[in-house]
């Protein structure tokens, strides 16, 4: 069984800063990677950024220069550090735990809501 946990989430005004965490805990041999998804109300979810195990990254165009994804392997724990908040970056940020393609598992969500 493994479980994934997000934290961090929060009312922050534009241009602020929030710091997201997420701990996959449970039988994990191997992580493949893992990453952060959000969804906004009416919208569907999208690739926020993703790290795999030997430091590779990917970014959503959209955050670029605003948001640095990071990862604790020995714990798998993955970050997400995103400065210069704007309103459109509210949505329910999801974490996804890759072990393998066929074996994913997804945290509940955390809400990050941009607001002034």
């Known amino acids: 069984q493994v479980q994934v946990v997000e934290s961090g989430g929060g009312l922050v005004q534009p241009g602020g800063s929030l710091r997201l965490s997420c701990a996959a805990s449970?039988?994990?041999?191997?992580?493949?990677?893992m990453g952060w998804y959000r969804q906004a109300p009416g919208k569907q979810r999208e690739l926020v950024a993703s790290?795999?195990?030997?430091?590779?990254?990917n970014y959503a165009d959209s955050v670029k220069g605003r948001f640095t994804i990071s990862r604790a392997n020995a714990k798998n724990t993955v970050y997400l550090q995103m400065n210069s908040l704007k309103p459109e970056d509210t949505a329910v940020y999801y974490c996804?735990?890759?072990?393998?393609?066929?074996?994913?598992?997804w945290g509940q969500g955390t809400q990050v809501t941009v607001s002034s």
């Open positions: 996804k735990a890759t072990i393998t393609p066929r074996d994913i598992h």
């Open positions: 449970g039988t994990i041999f191997s992580m493949f990677a």
């Open positions: 790290i795999t195990s030997d430091g590779n990254t």
